[in-house]
T-cell receptor, first 116, second 111 residues
């Protein structure tokens, strides 16, 4: 069975600095997606970034980028120029593509606090 | 703007009551999901559906059932609510293999 592990329950960063959130996963599949979701205190889960496993290039969305290491099964999220609005819980997630009707598997989350 | 709508943001129910949590999406997505979120445990999958009238058990289906009579609507049913079902419930939908769009969640308290 696939698993997703976020080893940092809490992280903190100062405004304008860079922070990296870690995620590792375990799978024997070759085709899958990886995601980072953000859940602010308002609790609406928002997709931050997505990575297809077949793509070697790391995904980037504005200040958010990933370091995808397929062989190491590692998928970290880097937030550059951190802003107060980045404070939230961040979830890493995995989805298998080789089976019909599959669900996302989530890590337990990392709470990010941002200080001014 | 695409939407997943959960009918209630907060609910308080009594032990033993039958509880219905409703979720509607307007994106014509095949897949719909119900998770519960608890501190320290992350999101745990209760049930999901990949087509109308189809359902699959997730990791923690005990005490819950679901109904999907129409593509846009996926209902979670607590047959006899218990205090250990007090939680945040999140509904989501997706195309096959894609990322999720989430609803805003229902915080259920069972007293």
């Amino acid at each position: 069975a696939q698993t997703v592990t976020q080893s940092q329950p809490e992280m903190s960063v100062q405004e304008a600095e860079t922070v990296t959130l870690s995620c590792t996963y375990d799978t024997s599949e070759s085709d899958y997606y990886l995601f980072w979701y953000k859940q602010p205190p308002s609790r609406q889960m928002i997709l931050v970034i997505r990575q297809e496993a077949y793509k070697q290039q790391n995904a980037t969305e504005n200040r958010f980028s990933v370091n995808f290491q397929k062989a190491a099964k590692s998928f970290s999220l880097k937030i550059s120029d951190s802003q107060l609005g980045d404070a939230a819980m961040y979830f890493c997630a995995y989805r298998n593509l080789n089976q019909a009707g599959t669900a996302l598997i989530f890590g337990k989350g990392t709470t990010l606090s941002v200080s001014s | 703007d695409v939407k997943v709508t959960q009918s209630s943001r907060y609910l308080v129910k009594r032990t033993g009551e039958k509880v219905f949590l409703e979720c509607v999406q307007d994106m014509d997505h095949e897949n719909m999901f119900w998770y519960r979120q608890d501190p320290g445990l992350g999101l745990r999958l209760i049930y999901f559906s990949y087509d109308v009238k189809m359902k699959e058990k997730g990791d923690i289906p005990e005490g819950y059932s679901v109904s999907r009579e129409k593509k846009e609507r996926f209902s979670l049913i607590l047959e006899s609510a218990s205090t250990n079902q007090t939680s945040m419930y999140l509904c989501a939908s997706s195309l096959a293999g894609g990322g999720y769009t989430f609803g805003s969640g229902t915080r259920l308290t069972v007293v």
